[in-house]
């Protein structure tokens, strides 16, 4: 089992910046990839940024240049950093570890930008 808690969330005006935070623990050495994915109401959970096992990155192209994922092996966390916010980007963020049997969510941590 792999538990997986999220912080950083918060309320934001368009254009700043926000940290988010995952910290694993548990079967950690079996996780395999780790991502940030995001929701809103009435809409599927969609992927924002990807930590692939080796050290690759992938980005929706909708935070392209805009947010860099972190993945710290040593102190099992994953790190969303969230610059130029946009109220297109107000939503809960899940922390996700792919491991060896199965997937883990975390329980989400709601992010709004608006002025």
Same mark, same amino acid.
């Given at each position: 089992?792999?538990?997986?808690?999220?912080?950083?969330?918060?309320?934001?005006?368009?254009?700043?910046?926000?940290?988010?935070?995952?910290?694993?623990?548990?079967?950690?050495?079996?996780?395999?990839?780790?991502?940030?994915?995001?929701? +809103?109401?009435?809409?599927?959970?969609? %992927?924002?940024? @990807?930590?692939?096992? *080796?050290?690759? #990155?992938?980005?929706?192209? &909708?935070?392209?240049?805009?947010?860099?994922?972190?993945?710290?092996?040593?102190?099992?966390?994953?790190?969303?950093?969230?610059?130029?916010?946009?109220?297109?980007?107000?939503? +809960?963020?899940?922390?996700?570890?792919? %491991?060896?049997? @199965?997937?883990?969510? *975390?329980?989400? #941590?709601?992010?709004?930008? &608006?002025?």
């Amino acid at each position: 089992q792999v538990q997986l808690v999220e912080s950083g969330g918060g309320l934001v005006q368009p254009g700043g910046s926000l940290r988010l935070s995952c910290a694993a623990s548990g079967d950690v050495l079996t996780i395999i990839n780790m991502a940030w994915y995001r929701q +809103v109401p009435g809409k599927e959970r969609e %992927a924002v940024a @990807r930590a692939i096992s *080796g050290g690759t #990155t992938y980005y929706d192209d &909708s935070v392209k240049g805009r947010f860099t994922i972190t993945r710290d092996n040593d102190k099992n966390t994953l790190d969303l950093q969230m610059n130029a916010l946009q109220p297109e980007d107000t939503a +809960v963020y899940y922390c996700y570890a792919r %491991a060896r049997i @199965r997937g883990y969510w *975390g329980q989400g #941590t709601q992010v709004t930008v &608006s002025s």
